[in-house]
């Protein structure tokens, strides 16, 4: 079983940046790839970014791409996006999720390929 705790959420304006953070419970982190997913009002979840459990490979979405950068911290058992020139469009509640291999699945960008999620965090971006 993996907890898995969102911080670092909050408001900011357009072109500012943001870090938020996922803090897992459990032993053997680095076992996990850990995705950010993000869900605005009104709106499905979506894909955000994902890294494999040792680090070594990441995708992201086009839509975030060139602007957030997701790293992890296994001896701190942490996963995180640093997230730049934001816009108002990603305002949302972003959720981190663990799989339960260590490896990028193919359907990595999927809800499906993750185990456990945590609460979300809302992010507000204002013009």
């Known amino acids: 079983q993996v907890q898995l705790v969102e911080s670092g959420g909050g408001l900011v304006q357009a072109g500012g940046s943001l870090r938020l953070s996922c803090a897992a419970s459990g032993r053997a982190f680095s076992s996990n790839a850990m995705g950010w997913f993000r869900q605005a009002p009104g709106k499905e979840r979506e894909f955000v970014v994902a890294v494999s459990g040792s680090g070594r490979s990441t995708r992201y979405a086009d839509s975030v791409k060139g602007r957030f950068i997701i790293s992890r911290d296994n001896a701190k058992n942490t996963v995180y996006l640093q997230m730049n020139s934001l816009k108002p469009e990603d305002t949302a509640v972003y959720y981190c999720?663990?799989?339960?291999?260590?490896?990028?699945?193919?359907?990595?960008?999927?809800?499906?390929?993750?185990?456990?999620w945590g609460q979300g965090t809302q992010v507000t971006v204002s013009s």
């Open positions: 999720a663990a799989d339960s291999s260590p490896y990028l699945s193919g359907n990595y960008y999927t809800d499906s390929a993750y185990d456990y």
